[in-house]
């Protein structure tokens, strides 16, 4: 994943956040600063993106998802919700019966960025 990410963002720093970085995990100081200062935010549905309420208004948030429900609808949903009343860009990616592939999810990100930035032209 950062390798397709790297490769579709080369001027973007690429972080992982994960529980399985101890210092990361006591430290709520710092957790919020990854986030705020994060222009994009990819994650799979769950708690952990509920730390998207720390990011600034204008970012990305893309939640991955296997299975479509009214979790992941726009408006309804849980984290388009909380990214509309933050002002973030929220993005549901569907997986359903795709095998995952990093550099497909990376391109199709990227397309959306350049996406919102073309809107924010016009």
Do not use: C, W
């Amino acid at each position: 994943m950062i390798i397709a990410l790297e490769k579709n963002f080369p001027y973007h720093q690429i972080d992982i956040f994960s529980d399985l970085n101890s210092t990361l995990m006591l430290s709520l100081p710092t957790q919020i600063a990854m986030f705020h200062n994060a222009d994009i935010v990819i994650g799979m549905h769950g708690a952990g993106l509920t730390n998207s309420m720390y990011m600034s208004p204008g970012s990305v948030v893309i939640e991955v998802v296997r299975e479509f429900d009214s979790r992941h609808a726009p408006i309804i949903g849980i984290f388009p919700r909380l990214s509309a009343m933050i002002g973030l860009h929220h993005y549901t990616y569907f997986l359903a019966e795709k095998v995952f592939d990093s550099f497909i999810l990376a391109k199709d990100i990227l397309a959306y960025v350049n996406e919102l930035k073309n809107e924010a032209k016009e």
